[in-house]
């Protein structure tokens, strides 16, 4: 076993090696970055300890670890065969003021809490992390991502596993190619591209996109989400909202401003609760097959157009609070045909103003006062 | 044996269900042609991926004989039964893959063979001095005979693989199998001959 | 008879096959004992039909290729279907639209024993306890659902004497379907769901529910088709997980290692290589099969967790 041990911020540093012999190495500075590279094995970093050292340990003899000390970073790298058939673990133990840097070609990686910045790639396994109060990038090709808050920007990638993560001080990037996104409340915006569903709890404005899977997003200040099969749901969308799904339903429980939405197929439902009358609240809402409901306020000045351009059978295409334009039918039709149900109708609320075309090719439009 | 002897007394006993679903198949139901094709798809796989030696192209002739039995269906009239049919289909869809292949496969002597290799071991002293194992050897010992196997057909012309698969694997009676390659029983029983004569000179190395 | 020895030997190779014509067996048994080259001849196919009987694989086709095949059939049928239904549309034709799957709760429409059209290429005929009879199929004079669309109308006689019509066509209607994990129907719904090519969404949600419930064979052959064959990344991992713990067992086992020797994701071969190795000890055939498979895999990870198998194999 070697043992390579840092003392930070004293004039005298120890290191016990096999042989026993005490060599001096170069002081770490405060602030300064821990950065490990290994070639094999899984790297767990232990960030409670009060003394101010570095510590890393290899249960492994046919893997030496090499230390170089710079001025601001401390760097353990491996130097051994990169193809081992034993399981190997690095134990490390850092303060919790360091930043880390470490890679692993073939093992996970275990984090306890840190102050400072971290980045952290594995080539296959899985990373998971305390509170980190800096920022973090964490990438793994294959294992999933867990961790706890992250105070500073946050950037996650897998190619396959799930990326979860608490709640992000600055922004937040996700890439993960077939595997959940979930996050908490972020403080800036959030970019997640995903392969199943996303849910994020909060964010500033948020750019979603998943092949397959529902994206579910709390309360955002503007939303922009592109689903290739699932639902898109948001409680609350402070500013304007683009969302495209092409097969499953688009709930918005509470939409501030402008609205543009269309599934391939599956509902639309929008409550509108505006925040400023004045600003722009058009709405385009397009179903290929479902039905498409709003709720408008009482106040709302808008010119409303819906058509539906298949309707059922005997039923009754078009529901609205608002009253109907008049339409001329045309020359020679006789008026009370019951059998023709007017499939296009346009209202004009307060007079006009916003326009809101809702449309659906089969199924029903109904217009709710809110 | 008995798996394929019970097999194909089961397959006479499914002769009348079987043709009221070739009626409604021809009539356009697409789930009736599929219970058709679940009956057979396993065997017909089989028999193309022993002919082929791949799977690639193994799932190629699947894909064609199916397509085909589904395309020609109404011109099916009963006169012989179902799987003579698709098996006629899937024997003649394999031959011309290989054809395509270009392929020439030399025919190799069964006498000439043992007799340049005087020195081989009869194939039954080699079983003779083979042990039987417990089960979980026993079964990675049948894998591997049956790679070997696999190997040795390799070694048969396209007529010799295709009457040995059909008759061996599939317990098609000879006088069927000729009619499906659209000749004789005795040429059926040429070819077999010739096939297990090849077969014991490549597994006298087992 | 006055066979020779050549002869004798094509019947010993019959003999063995049962296909003997009547009335050789007994002058062939005499020929044999009396002929040393011909019993030399039948020892030898003795002993080729006992190497025959170990073979324990020959008759195996491997499952995913057959699954392969089959749904490679299967989507091939559908594309012509498809061109041909537009076919037979008349010029007049309402409507042509594919009815999916909606994943709501509601009750099935009372009555309702048709056909519904749960993709544009399956119908399944619901066989509800409540469904009307059979009768009721023929004649629909007043029973067409409110919110069903019509569409193929043909007008197949008409008697203006005594005003009589008869037309024929189809009623599509949104499926609202409420059922258990358990049932039958409900797991041909779900099946279908998965077999959607179009709409990965749906297919994700049917391969989260299979997955929760104990699985049989039926829902396991679901879960290796998807992720063997599924287009979605996250379909196919999600199925991969749903057959995680199940990873020891033949067939799913041959669907991880086609996976990992398979899929571009690398994610989704981790996790098939980490699965294959929680769930199965020290086993030299599949040491041989996994190093097979990653021979070629450019992913770190993946290469060193075989190695490390194999290593524990030996």
Redesign the interface.
Known sequence: MIRAVRAIGGPLLLVLALAGSLLAKCPLNEGATVVIRAVVGDLMVDTSSREAVVDVQVDNNAVQVQETCGKDTVEFTSKGPDQIRQAITWKISTPKTAHLDLVTMAGNITVGDSDGNVVLRTAGGSVITGQIKGSAAIITQGGFIKSGNIGGDAELRSQGGTLEVGDIGGNAEFHTTAGLIRAGNIGGSATAVGGRTIIIGKAAEVTATTNAGDISIGDAIRISAKSGGGNITSRRVRGPFQGHTEFGDIRLDSAAAWVEASTGQGNIVVHMVPDNYDGDLHMNLQAGLGDVTVYLPQRLRASVDASVQRPGFQSQPIISDFPPLPVRPPQGLIPTNRYYTPSHSESLLNGGGNKIVLHTSLGKITIRRN | ?E?ILKRTAQRVHDSEDEKLLIEQAQSGD??A??QL?RRH??DI??LA?HMLGN?EE??EV??ET??KA?RSLNRFRFESSFYTWIYRIATNVSLDHLRKRQTLKEEISYESYTESHPDRP???D??AATTYYSNPER?????E???K??DALKTLSEKERLVFEL???QGL??KMIGEIMGSTEETA??Y??RA?QK??SY?TN? | MNLNCRDYQHQITLFFYEELPEGIRPELEVHIRECSECKEAFDSERALHSVFAEDTTGWDVPSDLLVESRKALADELDRIEKKRSWWRMPAFSVVFTPMRLLESAALVAMGLALGVYVSNQQVVRLNSAVAANPASVESQSSTIPGNSTVSNLQIISADPATGQVELAGEVSQPLRFHGKMEDDLTRQLLFSALRDASNPGSRLKAVDLLSQKPTDESVEEALINALVFDDDAGVRMRALEGLRKFADEQHVQAAFVHALQNDNIAGIRIQAINALLDRNAKDPDLAQKLTEATKSDDNPYIRTKVLQFVGTSR
Do not use: C, P, S, W
């Open positions: 044996m798996a697409r789930e042609f599929e094709v798809d396993r796989l089989r991926f799977r193994a799932r699947f894909q199916f397509l589904y009869a194939l039954k080699t079983l079964r990675l010992y049948g894998k005979v049956g790679e196997i696999q008759r061996h694997y009676r000879l029983k040429n077999l001959f297990t077969l014991r597994l087992v």
